[in-house]
């Protein structure tokens, strides 16, 4: 049996482009940094989401009105997701946060008061730790509350931080590696007219040096604009940041908080294992033994194994759901749950897309649109563009951006049409895609929809 065995990093990374790692058994391998975190002979597990070279975070801290009138259309505009942290006694409008998290964004404590009432006037109670945990919890529903930002950058008791949370943010104004030296006292760069970024330009330097890093850069945000709030900062430098990322998606992953501390956490502590393989399919388990009090740990992790057989299409199943695999450069890339089940990766009945997550991976962005198409109605085939696979909670994830009747369409990875049918879209659209997949079997598809000769695609899981 080959075995892959990633253990949890008790030092911080030093940042070169290749390691050595001495393993129990007396030997070495090298470890490159080039897009993978750990790599032992022909399975590799990707250092970030898609094999990107970085990770960059966007907090807002204070629940300033501007995050919500302002940034958030900016983010929804290029599809990307934040994490929002509140104070729960300054009267967040919760009803909103629950629209933001219900559409895939984060929602994480800020404290009870600001450390208004802490005896140093800077740190927040450590009884804030719990109390403002609960507060934001019985107030948001979807999600848990299991990361934290500290007023005024101090951080409070760490062991009762420990036992309620997974990860923490500091100030720092530095750039993490891959592996955080401490998950509670994670770097960020202040940004707006009292921080060191406020333009695009300054954004864009930040990720790029996170890149040459291979490591994670985190930005903390106040105000926005013109409003009342700490440190403003311009609307578009955030703008000209996120059309950067996007423009550079291959390289940089955008995503939330808790996403980037589960993917990062997961990574170190998983092994990966080749059960059996013959020339018709290949069996691997990927586990791992985090603590789930705080969170479920089941991120899924990109990974790329050799394909030795030389197969030209892959189909991919973990458990009992469908996995969208693909084959690029003599490896075959998927992504899988820690502790999801055995997978199984057969030859043929799969797409083979025309990039593979090495040279462009799955975007972290969450709305995916292909080319517009006009006579799409009257298409029986098409060839799936490599996307974003959407879990089955599609609201959370991208907006139709249509009205009136919307035609879907579903293909299957083959690109043979399944479906073909118009629905509301004051539906909403959670229900318009389970109002499409009525009497499909579980698996990964390709939706079209649109109308008015405008259609967009994306991959659905059902």
């Known amino acids: ?145 299991n990361t934290i930002t500290y007023p005024n950058c101090e951080e409070p008791n760490e062991s009762t931080l420990m036992a309620n949370y997974i990860g923490g943010r500091i100030c720092g104004n530095g750039i993490d590696g891959p592996t955080p030296s401490n998950y509670y006292r994670i770097n960020s760069i202040i940004c707006g007219n009292t921080g060191s970024v406020n333009s695009a330009e300054a954004f864009q330097g930040k990720m790029q040096d996170a890149i040459s890093r291979k490591g994670w850069v985190t930005f903390l945000i106040h105000e926005v604009d013109n409003g009342s709030g700490y440190s403003p900062t311009s609307s578009q430098a955030i703008d000209g940041a996120l059309a950067w990322a996007k423009a550079n998606d291959s390289k940089i992953w955008v995503t939330t908080f808790r996403n980037a501390i589960m993917y990062s956490r997961e990574r170190d502590a998983s092994s990966l294992s080749k059960k059996t393989g013959d020339s018709s399919s290949e069996t691997y388990t990927l586990t791992h033994s985090l603590d789930r009090t705080l969170s479920q740990y089941d991120y899924p992790l990109s990974i790329r194994v050799q394909n030795n057989n030389s197969w030209t299409t892959v189909s991919g199943s973990q458990g009992d759901k469908a996995i969208t695999a693909s084959i690029k450069d003599g490896y075959i890339y998927f992504d899988a749950v820690p502790n999801g089940g055995d997978i199984v990766l057969s030859n043929g009945q799969g797409a083979t897309p025309p990039v593979s997550s090495s040279s462009q991976p799955e975007s972290s962005s969450s709305q995916i649109e292909s080319s517009a198409s006009d006579g799409i109605a009257s298409s029986t085939s098409f060839n799936p563009e490599p996307s974003e696979e959407i879990s089955e909670a599609i609201q959370g994830n991208f907006h139709w951006n249509v009205s009136g009747d919307v035609l879907c369409q579903v293909f299957d990875m083959k690109g043979q049409l399944l479906k073909n049918l118009s629905v509301p879209a004051a539906q909403g659209t959670a229900l318009l895609w389970n109002a499409v997949n009525v009497g499909l079997p579980k698996g990964v598809y390709v939706l079209r929809y649109g109308n008015e000769g405008v259609m967009r695609s994306v991959q659905v899981r059902k």
Not at 102 to 120: I, K, L, P
Not at 131 to 140: G, Q, Y
């Open 1 to 145: 049996m080959d075995v892959f065995l990633f253990e949890r990093q008790k030092k911080r990374w030093t940042m070169k482009k290749n390691y050595s790692l001495a393993v129990a058994v007396g030997c070495a391998f090298s470890l490159s940094f080039a897009g993978s975190a750990y790599a032992q002979g022909n399975m590799e597990i990707a250092t970030w989401a898609g094999f990107r070279d970085a990770a960059a975070v966007f907090t807002f801290d204070d629940g300033c009105a501007n995050q919500l009138s302002v940034a958030v259309p900016i983010f929804d505009k290029y599809g990307y997701k934040a994490s929002f942290y509140l104070v729960t006694g300054w009267s967040p409008n919760y009803n909103a946060y629950q629209a933001l998290v219900d559409r895939g964004y984060e929602v994480g404590s800020h404290s009870d008061n600001h450390a208004s009432n802490a005896a140093d006037g800077r740190t927040m109670p450590d009884s804030e730790i719990t109390s403002s945990k609960t507060n934001i919890n019985n107030r948001i529903s979807g999600q848990t509350c």
